[in-house]
């Protein structure tokens, strides 16, 4: 039997459990990856301004409602929490992952409401949230998945919010680690699904999820590029 299967259960997606059980779904890996040094050499060094760059789009209004989408390795979460006084939720399929972001925002607990939940079927109610974030989600993910997150965080999203996604470029196309064959075929080979997020108009998917709620974007988004490129943090703002 595949090592993968045994990975499979409890709701765990069947294309997590394939390709990423060594990364998010295995005890062991869970504590290896949860190491800053780790994670910014899986980064190319660029941890720090990717969470600067993030935390500086995230909602601070008074009273704010925050999803994100999915833990992360690393201290997106209890940066979250310290940047900002309102509630966060955060949700995740895999229990491993849930435990360790609690064991991080012990402190804020209160704030921080941890739920197992599989991205593309939230159990939230519609118009719930003021402003939903993913930190490097959608390159791990096939296009049907991607395609049924869009639409979760349409549903989930308020009119008047924004959707804060942090991720990989466009096409890096001039980029060295794009136009060196050995490290582009480690990138997709470590992270089969971005070749296909490369070229996903990440814009224009979003738009077509929030029309089909009967909502839409406030003008074009804000972006902040990084790495040349190679990684970019963008801000949909959403028309009241």
């Not at 993968?4 to 059980?21: D, N, Q, S, T």
């Not at 969470?51 to 209004?61: I, P, S, W």
């Not at 310290?82 to 435990?99: R, S």
């Not at 402190?107 to 003021?130: H, I, K, P």
């Amino acid at each position: 039997m595949a090592i993968y299967r045994k990975f499979i259960r409890g709701g765990v997606p069947e294309y997590l459990a394939r390709y990423y059980w060594w990364a998010y779904l295995w005890d062991k890996s869970i504590w290896f990856f949860d190491h800053q040094p780790i994670i910014n050499a899986i980064l190319f060094g660029q941890y720090d301004t990717l969470l600067n760059k993030t935390l500086a789009q995230v909602e601070r209004k008074p009273g704010a409602r925050l999803l994100q989408l999915t833990c992360v390795y690393g201290k997106l979460t209890p940066s979250l929490l310290h940047h900002t006084d309102n509630e966060v939720h955060l949700c995740d399929v895999a229990t491993g992952q849930l435990a360790l972001a609690r064991g991080k925002t012990t402190e804020a607990a209160d704030r921080c409401l941890l739920a197992r939940m599989n991205a593309e079927s939230l159990g939230y109610a519609q118009d719930t949230f003021d402003q939903v974030i993913l930190f490097f989600l959608f390159h791990e993910m096939p296009p049907q998945a991607r395609q049924h997150v869009y639409d979760e965080i349409a549903r989930v999203v308020k009119r008047g919010g924004s959707v804060l996604i942090t991720e990989y470029g466009s096409t890096p196309e001039r980029h060295l680690l794009y136009r060196f064959p050995l490290t582009r075929w480690v990138l997709g080979r470590m992270e089969p699904f971005l070749p296909g997020f490369w070229q996903e108009d990440v814009q224009a998917k979003l738009n077509e999820a929030l029309l089909k709620q009967g909502k839409r974007l406030a003008g074009e988004p804000q972006v902040e590029h990084c790495f040349a490129n190679f990684y970019r943090v963008m801000r949909f703002d959403l028309n009241a």
